[in-house]
């Protein structure tokens, strides 16, 4: 850094000036000295920056931060039109599609820019996966004329195995194979060989309720419509697929409220991470104290504490998988009523079939275990055995139902379920098993039996 500049930097840090003067000072800055000064200022002396700063510089100053959102959403509407229009266009295109659908559309049409298509749908829409690796013809339009076209616009597109149709740029009309259009005389048009039975896809289809239907078809790539029925782009079965494992993954990693950036430094992992183990730490300490009481109802009774693990981890795998399953439900759509109070149903169904299986399994392996182990009468034997397997039951019917509930009940409120749920529902469910266990031993053994 130049002497001169350094003396420009800090004479800007120091002193209190107008808005034009402000950005004289500003603009004698160099790029490097611009940007390091950037990062200096509070959020409302940057918005004061984006405001006299020229577009041209706002633009380099997003392309070389790493945290372009963050400084973007500082500037008014008009301010990020007039920037986005002279961005680098794969940078600004990275840029658009962090914001909002709504936000990014109202930004893209003042922009007066092209960009691709997609940008203006929704991350969990079809419309955003899609490409222009299509072609799309007048089905009037003779064999030989389409060879023309053909090899004139499929340079650079890899995925033409079909041709989409059109009736006078109405609207989708149809489809043809390439290899029925070699099959056909160069004289005849294209709709004497087409197919108007074919699946398509609405731009604004949710990506996970399109992938129900896209396995039943063996197609390599479908249509996408938009609202009138015109033809915009196309998607393949593969980039479907993807896109689906990934929101699986990254729900799964959301679970354990780790967030989903693998670049995050230590700093950053640690203060995306830290507000939720503080919670839960307290959640914790909470449910260990309560755990400490509830045990001391079945003071003397030893073998029983060898058993609370095996309650706590039931209980917590069962409300785990039920968990996975509600919030995958939940993910990229819109459930009814009936369809929650369906989810819901199900899996306390499931709870309680799974604890009574699991639950007799576990009394026709513990009677005798604790039996000849304790060498105690076949009365305590069979009664604590009882317990055990009673807590299973009732401990994996109640985490089921807290599984399904808390999720839905987030969802509703506006939380994302997938970040919120995982560890609040591993906390609960220690609590669920100790209080159905220790709660089960003291009425049947201490108040029943006076053991």
Known sequence: MRKNDKEQLEAVKKTIISPLAFKNELNKLSKEDLFIKISSLDREDREKAWSVLSDK?????????????????????????SVISIMDEEKATALLSLLDKDKRIIILELSGREFQKRLRYSSDEV????????????KNTTVEDAFKRIQKEAEGKDNIRTVFLTEKGEGLYGEVDLLDILRTPGDEILSSVSTTSFPYVSAQAKLSNTLEWIKDYNLSSFPVIDEEGRVIGAVTRKSLMDTVEREMEEDYRKLASVGVDDNLGVISSMKARLPWLF???????????????????????VMVFSFQSLILDMTGNSGTQTLAVAVRALSGRELSGKEKFTILKKEMTTGLFSGLILGFGAFLVLFPYIMFASKTGALYSLSLAFCIALALLVAMVISNTIGAVIPIVMDKIG?????????????LNDLIGAVSYYTLVFLILKSMLHF
């Open 57 to 81: 510089k706002c633009a380099e100053i997003l392309e070389a931060s790493g945290t372009p959102l963050e400084w973007f959403q500082e500037m008014s509407t008009k301010k990020e039109s």
């Open 127 to 138: 419309g955003s996966i899609m490409s222009d690796d299509f072609i799309l013809l007048d």
């Open 415 to 427: 939380v994302d379920p997938a970040v919120a749920s995982g560890p609040l529902i591993t906390t």
């Open 279 to 301: 919670i839960l730490l307290g959640l914790g300490i909470l449910v260990s104290s309560m755990i400490g009481v509830l045990s001391s109802l079945a003071f003397g009774l």
